[in-house]
């Protein structure tokens, strides 16, 4: 069988001081195999493409069509989403007749006049292929669903694990009922049921790890394909968004509405407990010092790139500074004005340099002070989800006890090496500070003696009555105290 | 003749933010034609006149590195060692010779080194012995050393500030060179250094006046070349001040004398000739009291052209505080703000912190609601007579409607190019604030009504008190009182 494959994702804030245009995309690899843009680098990009992989592993055809990621940030200039969306289209048109469509979609994407992209592209991509050519779609649990997408993608399954450890085997897990449906060996029906409360639940601790347990074991039950449980993203600032459960069984909607039902309802019950250990910047540095161990990993959450925001604020570095600590890491300060004239400089060199602070408000004040540059590169890469992402030129600097990581490709830390490419050492530093809400989690927890979520103001602001929101559905938790009908019951196609 | 020619020169601030290193000639120019590395030569103009003539004149010329950058900080040692030793790399290969050219800045400094152009010459003459001639072009705000006089046979500075006769200065110099080679001349120089530290513009009397002066004197008989090297006042080393330099055919006397006598009046016209201390405003207020047509202020304590980052805020804020209308501002240095304006595209409006990224001298980041008017790939302005290509160059409206332009690439404001290129319609302006010191004359001029010099706080400030000088050589004018000058000028023989 042939199977249509396709790749777009942003995470787009409203809230974001990054705009996004075409370059975001380039600077991350952007494939385009309609418009010949990145075409040198087809044969990597398909190879690291997991539906394309999974796809030909089982023995069948998969053609590639276009492959863009760009780092959150605000709303996708309409050109730019209409480049992507139109070479889908076309890439999709060449590649017809296909058995079966697969494709990452974010989830939470927005451009400029397009409040639900993947809505949008979902059903374009419908219109093309007709009913009844299957049509499965992974996503992000950050995502805001939508009718549109819900409606014309057969299956939708976003992620369960945050971070996002699982992207890999929900896209076998996918592949798998698309092939099957292709073969009319099943028959998926669906049921939604959207939870009105936002948040960022991290599925590493306590209810929520067993919540998603215990939700994923739905899926050994008869009849049940599969299970998504989605946070939403705030800042995407859409009507869709929200929290929701969805739940794909085999030709049986009663069944799946029921199960939704019950899994949302647990879900909802725990909001409170769920929220969150975020603390404050002054909150977060003393626990740090209070602390008997090392490292103490502070996940500096509102200026997580990942999120949308600079990855430039100055709250916490400014905090340590005035607290005096040492031994600590913090990393990494997105700069590339700053970065440069460090490595300009040189290592050894001591310089007066302003550090951070240079995108917006919610950046903060820079920090002028003076450094001695103790790295210089401009060759590593982090591993990130899977993939190795360049962090652009690059420098370690030291600012009496505390060493800073400044970048110019913005990005979160996924990864030690963020650290350890320059000589320091996370692992037996006695505070860390990474600009990463989660994915840190998955290679830093090894060896954190403890972690806190620290969260200064920022582009992430997870204060949401002092956001701005003007289209979040109300009422919301935690901004209102909804009923958990809040949004209606169920439904189904 | 066999010629050989090299082009080395930075201006080097010890206040500057920037920090110097290939990199920063590989930006602007580094032409290695003996690896065959050639870069876009933004600065190809200002180095390449005597190697031009000298080729328009069917000489030999064997022509080594040409590097140039825009001024900051003193370069890493190992890159200023690297293209020093290069250069006499390609010297000792291509002895014998019968005359070298250098086109030198005259106040560059790299780590361990306060007098860069000494350090070369005196290598170039070691390898090319007593001699040869060795023929110096440089720029006025050089400091003039005795490593530089001893070692030269020819030290030849711009007279105009702005820096507008370049090209003539190499056809002199090269005139020189010929009748040296010829045994038709045998240069000799007296220097007379002057204990002032400043900035001086050419353009406005008195200096106008004993420029003009010079340039009649060079007529008599005799006399080759007359030099008044302004200094670089931001080299914070023993040599910096101002030097008289003459030099003659083989009349020792008639150089001292003239030497002397130049020096002299340059130092009594010191009071009149320096730049006033304008504040921000004092020179707002000046332009709110003033005639109509088009105001132009210099903000010249954040002049890229003389190591600063060239993106302070402190006009800005001003600037909005006053709500003045009509007012365009340029060109801030601003990568990241540049970038986000490309991603945002023409129209867009977007949340933009502007400039205050590198430094304290840069003030605070000014934050505002910004529309995007123009973008261009590729700024190009007028500088030193040739056109100049910048990078990547934005303009924006600000929420209180000052229109900007912000650059990807650290370069002072020489022409109007830089905002009517960007769409800015400088007819309908009031008052256009540039990041330059005086080099913006050259063009702006014809089209101003009213120039005003500003001194804000910067890297560039004619505030020098504001700078912690540890190498300077005390007493100097205006830091110290002086004794009587009494000019005692030095003659050079090569």
Not at chain 1, 136 to 156: C, E, I, Q, W, Y
Not at chain 1, 432 to 443: D, G, P, R, W
Not at chain 2, 355 to 365: F, L, R, V
Request: net charge negative; hydrophobic share 45%.
């Amino acid at each position: 069988m042939k199977f249509f494959c396709a790749s777009l994702s942003h995470e787009t804030s409203k809230f974001s001081p990054i705009p996004t245009s075409l370059d975001n995309f380039r600077e991350e690899g952007l494939y385009l195999p309609f418009s010949g843009e990145g075409t040198g680098h087809r044969q990597a990009i398909e190879a690291s493409f997991n539906l394309a992989k999974g796809v030909r592993k089982r023995g069948h055809e998969a053609v590639v069509g276009p492959v863009a990621f760009a780092q959150p940030g605000r709303p996708v200039d309409r050109a730019t989403y209409d480049a992507i969306k139109n070479d889908i289209l076309r890439s999709l048109q060449c590649a017809m007749p296909v058995d079966g469509v697969l494709m990452f979609l974010h989830g939470a994407q927005v451009a400029e006049g397009v409040d639900d992209c993947e809505g949008d592209i979902v059903a374009a991509v419908r219109a093309l292929t007709g009913p009844g050519v299957p049509i499965g779609v992974a996503s992000d649990l950050h995502g805001n669903f939508t009718p549109a997408m819900l409606r014309n993608a057969d299956l939708v399954m976003p992620c369960l694990e945050y971070p996002h450890t699982d992207f890999d085997s929900r896209a076998e897990k996918l592949i798998d009922l698309i092939i099957r449906y292709a073969r009319r060996e099943i028959r998926p029906a669906f049921a939604h049921q959207r939870v009105p409360m936002l948040g960022t639940y991290y599925t590493t601790a306590s209810p929520m790890r067993e919540f998603v347990d215990w939700a994923k074991s739905f899926e050994d039950q008869d009849g049940i394909l599969s299970v998504g449980v989605t946070h939403g993203f705030a800042w995407s600032d859409i009507e869709a968004c929200g929290a929701s459960v969805m739940v794909y069984t085999d030709d049986d909607e009663a069944l799946a509405a029921r199960t939704a039902a019950q899994i949302a309802e647990r879900y909802f019950h725990m909001r409170q407990e769920i929220r969150g250990p975020h603390v404050s910047v002054d909150e977060a540095v003393s626990q740090a010092l209070a602390h008997d161990g090392r490292p103490v990993i502070i996940a500096d959450i509102t200026d997580n790139p990942g999120g949308g925001a600079a990855g430039d604020s100055t709250f916490l570095l400014r905090a340590l500074i005035e607290v005096n600590a040492s031994d600590v890491l913090v990393g990494m300060l997105w700069d590339p004005a700053a970065a440069e004239l460090a490595c300009r400089a040189g290592v050894g060199a001591r310089l007066a340099l302003r550090l951070g602070g240079k995108a917006g408000p919610a950046s903060g004040t820079p920090l002028d002070i003076n450094v001695t540059v103790l790295a210089c590169r401009d060759d590593v890469k982090q591993m990130a989800q899977g993939s190795l992402a360049p962090l652009g030129r690059a420098a370690l600097v030291q600012a009496g006890g505390i060493g800073i990581v400044l970048n110019s490709i913005r990005q979160q830390v996924f990864d030690p090496a963020c650290f350890e490419a320059f000589g320091a050492c996370p692992r037996t530093a006695r505070i860390v500070v990474v600009k990463s809400q989660q994915h840190f989690y998955e290679t830093f927890h090894p060896f954190a003696s403890k972690i806190i979520y620290a969260s200064p103001p920022g582009a992430v602001n997870m204060d949401y009555r002092s956001v701005g929101l003007r289209n979040v559905p109300r009422p919301m938790f935690p901004i209102d105290l909804p009923p958990f009908s809040a949004f209606g019951r169920t439904w189904s196609i | 003749m066999r010629l050989f020619s090299a082009s080395f020169a930075h201006e080097s601030s010890s206040f500057s933010p920037i920090p110097t290193n290939l990199e920063n000639f590989r930006i602007a120019m580094l032409h290695r034609p003996s690896r065959g590395e050639i870069v876009p030569p933004r600065f190809k103009s200002i180095e390449c006149g005597i190697t031009a003539k000298a080729i328009e004149r069917g000489h030999d010329v064997v022509e080594s590195i040409g590097a140039v950058a825009t001024p900051s900080g003193p370069m890493v040692r190992a890159d200023y060692e690297s293209v020093r030793d290069e250069i006499l790399f390609d010297l000792r290969n291509a002895m014998p010779v019968d005359a070298v050219a250098l086109f030198l800045h005259g106040a560059q400094l790299a780590q361990g080194y306060d007098d860069c152009e000494g350090d070369l010459l005196a290598a170039i003459r070691q390898i090319v012995g007593p001699d040869i001639p060795v023929g110096v072009e440089f720029d006025l705000h050089g400091n003039v050393t005795p490593a530089m006089l001893q070692a030269a046979t020819v030290l030849l500075a711009c007279k105009e500030y702005p820096h507008t006769d370049f090209p003539e200065r190499a056809v002199q110099l090269l005139d020189i060179l010929e009748a040296a080679v010829a045994g038709r001349a045998r240069p000799v120089c007296a220097s007379q250094s002057v204990p002032v530290m400043g900035i001086y513009h050419t353009t406005r009397q008195p200096l106008r006046g004993l420029v003009d002066r010079i340039s009649e004197m060079e007529r008599q008989p005799n006399v080759l070349g007359i030099s008044i090297a302004h200094g670089f006042p931001w080299a914070d080393t023993p040599c910096m001040g101002a030097t008289v330099i003459v030099v003659t055919n083989e009349d020792e006397a008639l150089a001292e004398k003239l030497a002397a006598q130049i020096a002299a009046e340059f130092y009594a016209m010191r009071e009149e000739i320096a730049v006033p201390l304008t504040t921000i405003d004092a020179a707002l207020d000046q332009y709110g009291a003033g005639a109509n047509g088009l105001t132009i202020i210099a903000d010249t304590a954040d002049n890229a052209g003389g190591g600063a980052a060239s993106d302070s805020t402190f006009f800005l804020h001003e600037l909005s505080r006053r709500k003045l209308e009509n007012v365009a501002l340029g060109m801030l240095w601003d990568p990241v703000a540049v970038s986000f304006a490309f991603a945002a595209g023409v129209g867009a409006t977007l949340p933009l912190r502007i400039g205050g990224k590198t430094g304290i001298q840069s003030g605070d980041p000014f934050d505002t609601e910004a529309t995007v008017t123009a973008l261009n790939p590729k700024l190009r302005q007028m500088a030193f007579g040739h056109m100049q290509t910048l990078g990547k160059a934005a303009a924006v409206r600000t929420a209180c409607g000052i229109d900007i332009v912000l650059a990807a690439e650290r370069e002072q404001t020489h022409s109007p190019e830089c905002f009517t290129d960007m769409g800015i319609d400088l007819g309908a302006k009031r008052l256009v604030v540039v990041k330059s010191a005086q080099h913006f004359h050259a063009r702006f001029s014809p089209i101003a009504s009213r120039i005003i010099y500003a001194v804000a706080p910067g890297a560039t400030s004619i505030d020098f008190s504001t700078f912690v000088y540890e190498r300077l050589k005390r007493p100097i004018w205006p830091l110290d009182t002086l004794p009587p000058f009494t000019p005692k000028p030095i003659v050079w023989r090569a």
